[in-house]
């Protein structure tokens, strides 16, 4: 069974970077199948990145997110830029739910964007 641990989140100012990373551990996966989500207070978890198909971003992050991964570590990596109030949120990784079956929910890592 795997287990996602996400980390890497902090409180940042408007404008700022931060990298996630997410460690999957219990199996191996597939690092092409992975993604990145986040739920703010109040809303709906929401599809930020996927590393299949060559990259997929929400128009929100686009040109500001980059997703990657690490096959040798288990491990994929949200690198984010010039954060802005609005990216506020808990944010998890997990398999592309669009195409396959997610494992079990990590806790999530807060990103908290505030001056």
């Known amino acids: 069974q795997v287990q996602l641990v996400e980390s890497g989140g902090g409180l940042v100012q408007p404008g700022g970077s931060l990298r996630l990373s997410c460690l999957a551990s219990?199996?191996?996966?597939?690092?092409?199948?992975m993604a990145w989500y986040r739920q703010a207070p109040g809303k709906e978890r929401e599809l930020v990145a996927a590393?299949?198909?060559?990259?997929h971003y929400a128009d929100s992050v686009k040109g500001r997110f980059t997703i990657s991964g690490d096959n040798a570590k288990n491990t994929v990596y949200l690198q984010m830029s010039s954060l802005k109030p609005e990216d506020t949120a808990v944010y998890y990784c997990?398999?592309?739910?669009?195409?396959?079956?997610?494992?079990?929910w990590g806790k999530g890592t807060l990103v908290t964007v505030s001056s």
């Open positions: 590393i299949g198909s060559g990259g």
């Open positions: 219990g199996s191996i996966i597939s690092i092409n199948r």
């Open positions: 997990n398999t592309d739910g669009r195409y396959y079956v997610q494992y079990f």
